[in-house]
């Protein structure tokens, strides 16, 4: 049995205080609350403040990126040991938004899962095609290749921490969900491509996240669903009744 993963991309919102916020309201309403692993994901300035509020309870806090390199002359960027040092354990890598906006690509998504694992933090690899690419008939050859490419030259020894998320670009923020079958089906070949990259055994335990507009109406049908394995949520994730409610399904 894989342990689901409900987990938090705050993405660019909010504050120190307002996170502290969120985590007086959130854990008294998941901490008796067992059945998955719970992980908020807040940006680089909250995460001091994530952790310490976060701390002793049930929620793990991680990164929504990170660099490759452990340290240099870098602006603006941070490695995978500062993450470690102000306690995350998890790390988002290849995020859609990184992708589209960051000119992240496909060998940069490798670089990073490799860092990632190599420091022992739990990266979330994510993939997902955009509009056009469905509308193409693509999704498959796409989501193929970013699967090939971020897995690229990654031991199965090594890739033991490895979550993936499969966010369908066209779904994330838009309101529109993919159906539990239309997920279900992304999941089985990205689980048949970790199981061309890294054995049969490691693909049967890999836990593969859905993400895009996963939201406390919809989540119960998408996590019923034997190949989905938890959710990435981003904006019904802000708000601790409704990350609550997403958490207990
Ligand atoms: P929304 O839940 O806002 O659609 O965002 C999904 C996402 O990008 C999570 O990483």
Redesign the pocket.
């Known amino acids: 049995m894989r342990k689901k993963l409900i987990?938090a991309?705050w993405?660019m919102f909010k504050t120190p205080d307002e996170t502290r916020d969120f985590f007086r309201e959130f854990l008294p309403l998941v901490s008796d609350h067992e059945r998955d692993e719970i992980l908020v994901c807040p940006s680089f300035v909250n995460l001091p403040a994530a952790v310490e509020a976060a701390k002793g309870s049930n929620v793990a806090i991680g990164a929504q990126d990170m660099h490759w390199e452990k340290q240099g002359a870098f602006t603006g960027e941070t490695s995978a040991g500062m993450l470690l040092a102000v306690g995350c354990t998890h790390v988002?890598v290849g995020?859609?938004?990184r992708r589209q906006y960051f000119g992240e690509t496909d060998d940069i998504v490798n670089f990073k899962l490799k860092a990632a694992l190599e420091a022992g933090l739990t990266p979330i690899a994510?993939v997902g095609e955009v509009l056009e690419e469905r509308e193409a008939g693509l999704t498959e050859d796409v989501l193929r290749r970013q699967c090939l490419r971020a897995f690229h030259a990654i031991s199965a020894k090594k890739a033991a921490k490895l979550v993936v998320?499969y966010?369908p670009v066209w779904?994330?923020?838009?309101?529109k969900t993919a159906t539990p079958q239309l997920a279900s089906d992304a999941h089985l070949l990205i689980r048949g491509e970790a199981a061309k990259a890294f054995g049969e055994e490691f693909a049967g335990q890999l836990r593969i996240l859905y993400?895009?507009?996963?939201?406390p109406e919809n989540a119960k049908a998408l996590m019923a669903e034997a190949e989905i394995d938890g959710a990435?949520?981003?904006?019904?994730?802000l708000d601790p009744k409704s990350f609550a409610a997403i958490v207990k399904y």
């Open positions: 987990a991309n993405k988002i995020h859609s938004e994510c998320a966010e779904a994330i923020g838009t309101g993400g895009g507009s996963v939201k990435l949520v981003g904006g019904a994730s």
